[in-house]
Antibody, heavy 119, light 109 residues
Framework: QVQLQESGPGLVKPSETLSLTCAVS?????????WGWIRQPPGKGLEWIGS???????YYNPSLKSRVTISVDTSKNQFSLKLSSVTAADTAVYYC????????????WGQGTLVTVSS | EIVLTQSPGTLSLSPGERATLSCRAS???????LAWYQQKPGQAPRLLIY???SRATGIPDRFSGSGSGTDFTLTISRLEPEDFAVYYC??????????FGGGTKVEIK
């Protein structure tokens, strides 16, 4: 059974960098698939942040591209998100997920972690 | 930039009734890359339908998807109490690479 688990600080100060990690179990990232980050502001809809392949190839949402870095560590079977220069608008539940390449759908999700941007 | 518009915003129905949810794209989407998700409060979204009409593993057959081009539909044939939730459509392939619709809330009437 594929499982994903997000971890990282729940509170980040404005202008600082948000950093999250997604640990994957039950499947080796090196075996394939894209892996992605999605966020959901409180009470709002879903927004794709970006995705990464096990080789390190990345795709980012153009609206966030200048502030986002997604990386992968196959030795630890995890991938990470960094979002720089955060503001209150970046307050959201952040999810990691596996992207099923054949359909572009997200077939396994982490439980999500709430990150609040506040001083 | 592709935009997915879901309608209605809220659907008020009773258990046992049929639910029809719409997802309209601002430009053509490959049917292979249109998915639907269910999200309940405090939970991550769950994949229901991929490739516009294929049910994900473990999804009951009362859920069905259809459509092509710019118009897609999720149908729940007979609503069960556990089906009251928010539903999102999602496309893959057009810029941005992955986009979600704004969601439809199915609530108990």
């Amino acid at each position: 059974q594929v499982q994903l688990q997000e971890s990282g600080p729940g509170l980040v100060k404005p202008s600082e960098t948000l950093s999250l990690t997604c640990a994957v179990s039950g499947y080796s990232i090196s075996s394939g698939y894209y892996w992605g980050w999605i966020r959901q502001p409180p009470g709002k809809g879903l927004e794709w942040i970006g995705s990464i392949y096990h080789s390190g190839s990345t795709y980012y949402n153009p609206s966030l591209k200048s502030r986002v870095t997604i990386s992968v560590d196959t030795s630890k079977n995890q991938f990470s998100l960094k979002l720089s220069s955060v503001t209150a608008a970046d307050t959201a539940v952040y999810y990691c997920a596996r992207v099923f390449i054949g359909s572009g759908s997200l077939d396994y999700w982490g439980q999500g972690t709430l990150v609040t941007v506040s001083s | 930039e592709i935009v997915l518009t879901q309608s209605p915003g809220t659907l008020s129905l009773s258990p046992g009734e049929r639910a029809t949810l719409s997802c309209r794209a601002s430009q053509s989407v490959s049917s292979s890359y249109l998915a639907w998700y269910q999200q309940k409060p405090g939970q991550a979204p769950r994949l229901l339908i991929y490739g516009a009409s294929s049910r994900a593993t473990g999804i009951p057959d009362r859920f069905s998807g259809s459509g092509s081009g710019t118009d897609f539909t999720l149908t729940i044939s007979r609503l069960e109490p556990e089906d009251f939730a928010v539903y999102y459509c999602q496309q893959y392939g057009s810029s941005p690479l992955l986009t979600f619709g704004g969601g439809t809330k199915v609530e108990i009437k």
